[in-house]
């Protein structure tokens, strides 16, 4: 069965950095539009970033993260840099292709 499992949440400074990956298993990465979604207490979940050969971001996230994937490790991450306190909430991996798979999620804080 399709598993994915982000790992590299935590509590950082503004303006500092983080590293989100997501492994992925029981699938082949190759096949699938990869993606990172976000959702904060009271919001919906909003799109943060989607990679297949090209990647996308939202205009919020754009010049500050980056995502990539690694179609060898089966996995994707996100790299975070200059992050702000309006980008705490829970982050989720996503597979997409003949249906979505989500991640369980894991939390980013950015609080002084």
């Known amino acids: 069965q399709v598993q994915l499992v982000e790992s590299g949440g935590g509590l950082v400074q503004p303006g500092g950095s983080l590293r989100l990956s997501c492994a992925a298993s029981?699938?082949?990465?190759?096949?699938?539009?990869m993606g990172w979604y976000r959702q904060a207490p009271g919001n919906q979940r909003e799109l943060v970033a989607t990679?297949?050969?090209?990647?996308n971001y939202a205009d919020s996230v754009k010049g500050r993260f980056t995502i990539s994937r690694d179609n060898a490790k089966n996995t994707v991450y996100l790299q975070m840099n200059s992050l702000k306190p309006e980008d705490t909430a829970v982050y989720y991996c996503?597979?997409?292709?003949?249906?979505?798979?989500w991640g369980q999620g894991t939390q980013v804080t950015v609080s002084s």
């Open positions: 990679i297949r050969s090209v990647a």
């Open positions: 029981g699938m082949l990465l190759s096949f699938y539009t």
């Open positions: 996503n597979a997409a292709w003949n249906r979505d798979y």
